[in-house]
């Protein structure tokens, strides 16, 4: 037989003599263990394999001294059935493995789950078999196995890592890993142990280790963050909360951002003082509750780094409370990564185990280990003998268990390692393109190990086994994920990113643990409940980034991308839509203005700046109210005149103000914001030439502002920025004053209507079309558009000050800022663009609302600071005002 034909059928001859599944899954964790029992429910014959010889996952390997969880165990628990939840009494706050094991065994029981497991039966190979639609496993142990799906319950934290140090195998002692921990009793008595890592497994097995051991040596790499764990019973304020409304507290669990029902914090940073900042704090450090430490001290604590670095602080603080030896305290206090970047551990007695005499830190940021000999460690400053060396070094996570541990093969003998070879790609972190058929649980592109993990399991396998129960239902047999689809998570994945700390950490989490491997942010950071709300999405728009096949069945291509919004401003819309608000034109200009007043006044305050002052200027035709927002920097500084949005109708000088204080920090610039006179008591051109009168009257009163004499700038956001760019026209032709720079954001540059973002965009975006009109009607009689004080489109566009133009991609103005800027670099002016992704119109100005806006307001600082010519200032040093 020629070997194409061998190779064509072999698949099909191993699968001779296989177990014949509908389902198969690898692992016999929490999330293999729930699988098989919903599987089983939903008519499917299934079965789980796992390498282990009982159940328990992660919690059968990880048995070393002190292991525990470190989500409270009544929310880190099975929510699927509530005869399950009485039956079971945790009896601590943060359960011991044996304890977490007796359960998942107790769980495997009472379902009678165990004859469906193989155990002590490793993959060695899963194959698409293209002509059968079936999966092929071959075992380590005992008959393949052929399946139509194959899920992977592997876990994220079940491939340990390799040590990566010379010489382990010379060594002559006792090695351990923690992660493979063995099941007879380990003695440590009277020994000499060193400790390698100081991560969750080195803090909560090195104070007893220490209580054991003759001398023990801990090496560590990188501080981590700790917190007391105060375990004991269960704190009897979240019992009662619990038992109270047990289906409630589980369904606001589902929805929450991390898995715990706590409620969203509001209050900001900023908002509140020394005092009761550290208030908040000594609460949480007495909680001893990591959920309740990463969400509730202030909202900005998880996505700001000067919000984030008061946290890091006060941990330090407490570190340098317990730990007597200032040099060991030091050592042991993280300065290279935000608090909460990496998971931050929950200790008992981890730092006061330092002050034992028994006890040495070996700094490795000091003296790096040269290599492991056959009596003990050796590192560039000394030489430390050890009976035994203990490896609480990590795991190769998220991917590892996937990837590494046996090869994958989907359409077209495609490998995952090689679908991978540049980091994982998925779609919603459960499947991947080119390997139908297969399922992740809790793998990368997934919350998983940002979220409780028990909350996301269920969330996970009640998805997978839903839609296999649909698609059987449908006649389908195959579902496989589109490239698009696949693509925008990884977009919407980086998006996300960019909302919290978690990729300033090189940590597990991004892949830097473990060298060679490729970098990124492999969680979901978008929060649980969001993430929650995309999968129904998926589900409610027909599948939608899914092709599938079946038999008898006309193939189903959904192709298409679930989430194109940025994340942040996906959440501030749903949150619009549920308010169920009126549309603005319909209340009336005084009624829309009351509204608007209103809704202003919960946003979160702007931050603080050197100074804000009132004042009168001189308008048009009368004076004017504006407001300055000054710099803590010494000055004198540049000035620039803003122009607030709202459609020449609605806000006033102070209604951007959140907008103008952030501006005013990162570019070090007086911002004086122009209460210019609104339609329909002053109709065109009253609000445009208001702007050129204002901008005359700030530059020849430059100095008595305090500001730098000599040109301004001027900057304003959607009619805001109509009468900026009318203001430059204006300057131009009428001898001054002189102009240094425009940053236009979401301008109103043209009267016309029949751009494509107006028909993109006509509704669901805030900004509608409907309104837009409306706005246009108030304003301007239709004889008066065309009017380049109106339209500036329309004007001569030569001899403009340079532009910085923000557009916003769901925006019905988008078309007519980029056109604008078109206009502008073909009329000679120096212009810049930037075209904002995922962005609607009001995503820059809601400052502390939508986090993502603040890459593209760095970029009109910066564009500010150059058209001023001042150095252009980094990031970080903002935050020394
Ligand atoms: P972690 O959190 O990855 O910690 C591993 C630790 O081992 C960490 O301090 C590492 O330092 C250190 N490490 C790793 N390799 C080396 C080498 N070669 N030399 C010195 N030090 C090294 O794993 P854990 O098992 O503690 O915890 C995993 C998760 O389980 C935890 O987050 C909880 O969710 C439960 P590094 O940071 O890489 O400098």
Redesign the pocket.
Known sequence: MPEEMVAARAPEMASRGAQQVDVAVVGAGFAGLYLLHRLRKAGFTAIALDSANDVGG?WYW?RYPGARC?IQTIDYSYTFDPELESAWTWSEKYATQPEILRYLGFVADRYDLRHDIRFGTKVTAATWDETADRWLLTTDNGAPVSCRHYIMATG??SAP?A???DGVKDFKGEVYF??RWPHEEVKLAGKRVAV?????????SIPLIAEQAAHLTV????A?FALPAHNGPSPADRVTLLEQDRAAYREQARWSLVGVPWPQQTDVSWQLSDAERRERFEKAWAAGDLAYILTQLWADQGVDIDGNALVAELVREKIRGIVKDPETAAALSPHDHPFGA??P?LDTNYYATYNRPNVTLVN?RQE??KAITASGIVTDKRSVDVDVIV?????D?MTGAIMAVHPITGRAGKSLSSAWAQGPQTYLGLTVAGFPNLFMITGPGSPS?LSNMAVSIEQHADWVVDRLAAMREAGFTTIDATETAQAAWAQHMADCSMMTLHRLA???YTG??VPGKAQGVMPYTGGLGPYRSICNEVVSRGMLGFKLTGPNVPEQVNDGEVVRLQPDVRLVLGMLAEMNLPPIESLGAQGARDFVNEFNKGRPAGRPVGEVGAGMLQGADGPLPYRLYRPATPGPHPIVVYFHGGGWVLGDELSDDPFCRDMCRRTGMIFVSVGYRHAPEHRFPAAAEDGYAATRWIAEHAADLGGKPGPVLVAGWSAGANIATVTCQLARDRGGPQIAGQLLVCPVTDCRFDRQSYTDNAVGYFLTRALMFWFWDIYCSPADRTDPRASPLRGQLAGLPPAFVVTCEFDPLRDEGVAYAEALAAAGVPVRQLQAGGHFHSSFVMVDVVITGVSGRLQMAEALQRFAGLQVTPPHAIAAE
């Open positions: 992660t990880n470190d994220c934290l890592k040590p990566e140090i923690t992660g390698i890592g100081t991560g969750s497994s080195g803090i909560q090496f560590q790499r990188t981590s990496k998971r551990c490795l790096p280990i490896f609480a070094t990590g795991f996570a190990v090189n940590t597990w830097a643990n």
